[in-house]
């Protein structure tokens, strides 16, 4: 730290991004997330024409793209808006809607990003625990009367609220808002984009990293109001306009054109990732049904990290995460069939160490 470092962010915590590897050695990679499929040949192409025009800056306002997501999702384009990743989306929010006094309620297992966009944004948190089995009762969020932001599905932990469970918490925030983060929705969700013509206090927040193959493209995009949509352009055009760039629009567009492929992909994920649960669950290993591209599961006798630890020199990445209730946990990412079977194949022998 330089002695120049604001005393605001001395305790700052960054977010840590799982392991990249580099090198010799070949890991099957299940600790980010990812997709295992890469993008369509027309993401790929479209990216590669837009590469040659690098030299020009990228539209600003992504208006080609805001067009076509809003006839995807069926909204207007003043209702949705492109970021650099949902990850954005999410800062511009905790900047726009939170202050000292209109804190950020999330539960207590969550995202790990939300609590350092507060302790970035100085903006005060309240914090509300799971229930013992990590599901959210959505009744600790109704008539709240603070800024919401919950995972849904909710990240580690996998699990859902229902449409309607939604549907009540925003309805009963009414002077609040209340984003609803879709990373994963596209593994066995139920979207709340509809609400948002229903309600003008909702922000969906959904990411093209996860079921859309272009976590290294980094776009994400936000759903709501035109209201809310333009408060969050303001903050956008207030730090960097030229957010998502030329390259990433290209690919947005084609991605929405190739939908077909990447919902066939999810579908394969969402095969594998029953398959490999019913396996592990085969293998003494524990952790609830998810309806997302990974699993939150444990063995008992072992701590998470020794978990990572062995399942690394197995060559298989796996994400331990820590966390006071979520210690014994990783968090494992769904590949292709093939790398799940060299998962299990490794998970096989872990187990057998303290049958
Ligand atoms: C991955 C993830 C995001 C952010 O993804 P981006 O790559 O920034 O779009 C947001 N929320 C949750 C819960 C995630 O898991």
């Excluded at 808006?81 to 209109?102: Q, W």
């Excluded at 701590?303 to 966390?323: H, I, K, N, P």
Aim: proline share 6%; net charge negative; charged share 20%.
């Amino acid at each position: 730290m330089s002695r120049f470092f604001s005393q605001d962010y001395a305790t700052l915590t960054p977010y840590v991004p799982g392991e990249q590897p580099k090198g010799q050695q070949k890991f099957v990679k299940l600790n980010s997330n990812e997709s295992p499929y890469p993008p369509s040949p027309l993401v790929i192409q479209r990216a590669a024409e837009a590469a040659g025009t690098l030299n020009y800056y990228n539209d600003a306002a992504s208006r080609e793209l805001r067009q076509t997501l809003a006839d995807f999702l069926g909204v207007q384009p003043e209702n949705v808006l492109p970021t650099n990743g949902s990850d954005e989306i999410l800062y511009f929010a905790f900047l726009a809607f939170c202050d000292a006094g209109h804190p950020m309620a999330f539960p207590d297992i969550s995202y790990s990003f939300y609590p350092v966009f507060a302790k970035t944004t100085k903006i005060p948190t309240h914090i509300i625990p799971l229930k013992d089995d990590f599901s959210i009762d959505y009744r600790d969020y109704c008539g709240l009367n603070e800024n919401i932001v919950i995972a849904n599905p909710n990240a580690p932990t996998c699990q859902t609220l229902s449409l309607t469970e939604i549907e009540e918490i925003v309805r009963t925030n009414p002077d609040n808002v209340v984003i609803i983060d879709e990373a994963y929705v596209d593994f066995g969700g139920e979207s709340a984009v509809p609400l948002t013509k229903k309600y003008d206090n909702l922000l969906v927040t959904q990411t093209f990293s996860k079921s859309r193959s272009l976590a290294g493209g980094r776009l994400g995009i936000g759903i709501g109001s035109a209201e809310l949509i333009a408060d969050l352009n303001t903050l956008r055009n207030s730090f960097n306009p030229f957010n998502v760039n030329s390259v990433t629009q290209a690919a947005g567009i084609a991605a929405i054109e190739s939908n077909d492929y990447y919902m066939e992909n999810c579908r394969r994920i969402m095969d594998a990732r029953e398959w490999t649960y019913g396996e592990l669950l085969k293998l003494g290993y524990a952790g609830q049904p998810s309806k997302t591209n990974f699993l939150f599961v444990k063995k008992p006798g072992f701590s998470g990290e020794e978990l990572a630890r062995l399942f690394r020199e197995g060559g298989v990445l796996v994400r331990y995460l820590g966390g006071e209730r979520t210690a014994d946990y990783i968090r494992v990412s769904i590949g292709t069939r093939e790398e799940m079977q060299t998962f299990i194949n490794v998970a096989a022998g872990i187990a057998a160490r303290k049958g």
